[in-house]
């Protein structure tokens, strides 16, 4: 029994994964908040800000910044994602005219960012486990370029972990999918059910309508959902209204944990290991 649970939103057949709803609502606030703090410096200080989030082959989650504003003059002003091959020319000149346009620059950038070529931006030239090239950071990379060329004060920032543990700020849509997938994944189990994935199938979009369904597992295996060209905007640097339209119901309502001492009390598992059922280890 698998269960849709990345918060890269990059597996097929099911609306969304839980968690993501979560990440989308937290990197949308955190780049509202930022660009606020360098616009109030603009004139006298930092004129850009690069924001690095995940997303390795797919920019749902860089996407999910772009609700942080609307219009070509509220930031993010330029998103980079995975799907859009980067030109540094055609970027640095996007930098520049949001900078004299506006005073600033706030870019977003996904950790996956690559050349036409397919070389990331941060390449470390290392592997991790699973033969997936290790990033070294994009952030600081793309700031550089920036620099380089113009000279710009600046400042970057790398969501990393904080996008993925910001439970405080969690969006109740995506705690009632992850409730509502955990349960069918044991119910789907309890009757026999096996080799299958519970999804989420959206009915409608406004208001937001769903349901939990299921597909085997085999259709979701080592396959990626990568953002569409149409929730792209043409020139690569943006999100379309039909993104849009997509995202905005899954960071709706706030589902805060309970405080205690100013700060939120999380629950924490008791981490027990259980017995071995299987005689034999399988390796995949």
Avoid at 58 to 81: D, M, S, V, Y
Wanted: hydrophobic letters at 45%; proline letters at 6%; one cysteine or more.
């Amino acid at each position: 029994m698998g269960g849709p649970k990345t918060v890269d939103n990059d597996l097929p057949h099911t609306d969304c994964c839980p968690g993501f709803g979560s990440v989308a609502k937290y990197v949308a606030v955190s780049t509202r908040e930022a660009a606020l703090d360098v616009a109030s410096m603009a004139r006298t200080s930092t004129r850009v800000f690069v924001f690095e989030v995940m997303g390795r082959h797919a920019g749902w989650i860089a996407a999910a910044a772009g609700l942080a504003g609307r219009g070509e003059a509220e930031p993010p002003h330029i998103i980079l994602f995975p799907e859009v091959p980067f030109e540094l020319e055609k970027f640095l000149e996007r930098v520049r005219g949001c900078v004299s346009d506006f005073g600033y620059c706030v870019i977003v950038v996904s950790e996956g960012a690559a050349y036409a070529d397919g070389r990331f931006l941060a390449e470390a030239g290392t592997r991790d486990a699973f033969g997936h090239t290790q990033l070294g950071g994009v952030a600081p990379v793309v700031a550089n370029m920036v620099r380089e060329a113009y000279g710009y004060k600046h400042h970057w920032a790398v969501a990393d972990y904080l996008q993925r543990s910001a439970r405080h700020i969690a969006s109740q849509v995506d705690v009632d999918q992850a409730y509502a997938v955990g349960k069918a994944a044991v119910e789907l189990a309890v009757k026999g059910v096996n080799a299958v994935m519970p999804t989420i199938v959206r009915k409608a979009s406004k208001p937001y309508k769903w349901a939990i369904g299921h597909v085997p597992l085999a259709e979701v295996a080592n396959k990626e959902k990568k953002l569409p060209p149409a929730y792209i905007r043409a020139d690569g640097f943006g999100i379309t209204e039909p993104c849009r339209r997509y995202l905005e119901p899954l960071i709706a309502g706030e589902a805060y944990p309970p405080y205690r001492n100013g700060l939120p009390d999380y629950a924490r598992i008791k981490g027990v290991a259980v017995r071995r059922k299987l005689a034999t280890e399988f390796k995949v």
